[in-house]
């Protein structure tokens, strides 16, 4: 019979960085250094790290200016999102931000299992646990996209001019689904931080982790936008514009599958003012799809008309509009009908309020993200602090739903990636 060990030694994980290969997941993890040299690992020493290290920040800063190259950029828009998450002054003052009544030190190892539909997620949370520094194991899924190779390769390109350090305590791995290598990645680290839905946290839980580690879990999350239709109507034809563009680019980049994409659209105001600006809304928002050249495969047309037409079914649509097989909107025949389920890429729930405060009722503990138009500061603080934090964790404007932020689901990373030691003098 095989022992533990035997088992362990025959799990295997392809390294995606710093370097390319397929090794044990015990020379993975005896590899990590935390400082002076590592046996059977690709650590020389240099691998301690502090809060804010500079080595760390020139990495960053150095991965980011090559994600924001304009070719890379315009074949993937949002690989210079990132790019602009990554640069110098923001990753400075994540650092500021911090706190200063305690000596505040890395957590230790962390491991990372980011989402497979959202190629871009694992990026800014390992580089904001790198950034507090933190050794880090980040698990891609063997399905992960092209985008997510992309990245993989430019941080190879980073590497060149990198600290060793880098190379000695950041790793970026893929394996299959294996309770072996994930029970062991588990028991090693200090903090585990899982992404990708309900199902998955579940999953990755059945694996212990040490007595004094924890999770940090992003489980299954809801978002929807909401519109005032007076200002909507009283907006400059640009301005309809802008705010269209920057919704199609907040739904559309992750085919709606983003956990801070919007599902429904919130009508605020007289019920012919929300009629009149739902059409206009529509129509601008088909106008940038069609320009932009986003479509649908067959099946993805045929799952949308499954989704929507149950809806109808089940009594809680009034109506249902097809702009081709890019763009459905479905006219729910109550503001509590809204959907929390995926109805797939560019299907959209609307429904009228008489006004904002009516969403304190609507509102549930697993939406996260509300992008608004058409609303000042006062009256979304005050939404804020009616829902008490029954839900919504962010309230941004339209377009910048997919900007991620240090402060995420209500957490903020940083803090979380770090401990605080109490020094008195």
Known sequence: MLDD??????????????????????TLLSGLCEGGPCEGGLCEGGGTLRVGDVRVREFLAAFGRRLLRPALARRHPELGSLGFFLRPSELTRTVEGLGRDHVR??????????????????????????????????????????????I???????????????AATQRVISYDRSDAVTAALSAACDLRVVWGGDRTVREIRRHALAPHARDLTFP???????????????????????VAEGFVNDTYWFDQAACSSPRTVFWVGDEGDCDTARADFIDHVSRVVTVRGWGVDA?????????????????????????????????????????????????????????????????????????????????????????????VDRMVPMGSA?????????????AEFTRLVTVIG
Request: with cysteine; proline share 5%; hydrophobic share 50%.
């Open 105 to 150: 030190v890395p957590r230790g190892l962390v491991f990372h299992i980011p989402p497979a539909n959202v190629d871009t997620v694992f990026v800014y949370s390992w580089a904001l646990s790198a950034l507090m520094g933190n050794r880090n194991v980040v698990r891609l899924s063997p399905r992960s996209g092209p985008v997510a190779e992309t």
């Open 220 to 242: 299954d999350r809801s978002s929807f936008a909401v519109v005032r239709a007076a200002a909507w109507l009283c907006a400059p034809r640009a301005a309809r514009v802008t």
């Open 152 to 166: 993989v390769e430019t941080l190879h390109e980073t590497l060149a001019d990198a600290d060793p350090a880098i």
């Open 402 to 414: 997919l900007s991620f932020h240090r402060v995420w689901d209500g957490v903020d990373l940083p």
């Open 5 to 26: 060990r035997t088992i362990l030694d025959a799990c295997a994980v392809d390294v995606r960085f710093p370097v390319r290969g397929s090794v044990p997941v015990d």
């Open 299 to 391: 099946a993805m047309a045929v799952e949308k008309r499954v989704s929507t037409y149950g809806l109808a079914a089940d009594g809680l649509a009034e109506s249902v509009d097809f702009r081709g097989n890019a763009l459905a909107n479905v006219r729910l025949s109550a503001a509590a009908a809204a959907p929390r389920r995926w109805l797939g890429a560019g299907t959209f729930a609307h429904a009228g309020l008489a006004a904002l405060r009516e969403l304190a009722g609507l509102v549930e503990r697993r939406d996260q993200t509300m992008t608004h138009f058409g609303f000042g500061q006062a009256e979304l603080e005050e939404l804020a602090l009616e829902l008490a934090g029954r839900g």
